[in-house]
């Protein structure tokens, strides 16, 4: 499944999606009024990816807010690879520090 916000939508992008091997692809597009699209829209497993795209967003606006990932101190792929886990690993600390206190 692909999710993504409205601002990747184009026919062509579907279309490499589904023929990369991708079953669901939750792309919204706000243009196309037709009744076709939108009811394919409406379909419970395209709301719910959008929820979790939605949800998943969130989570990443927390790591680069807290924990400083909006610029890596490495350079290179391996550097923002090792920089983005270290974020993780330090929100990961923090959840389980205050699981145990409660």
Known sequence: MVATDAG????????RAKEAG???VAIPNKHTRSP???SHQRQRWFRR???WRVGSEGGIS???RRHGLFRSRYKGSHGMERWVGFGVIAK???NIARATTK
């Open 92 to 94: 990961n600390l923090i």
């Open 8 to 15: 990747f939508y184009s026919a062509e992008n579907e279309t």
């Open 36 to 38: 076709a699209r939108i």
């Open 49 to 51: 990816a959008q929820q």
């Open 62 to 64: 927390v790591l680069k």
């Open 22 to 24: 991708v079953e669901k």
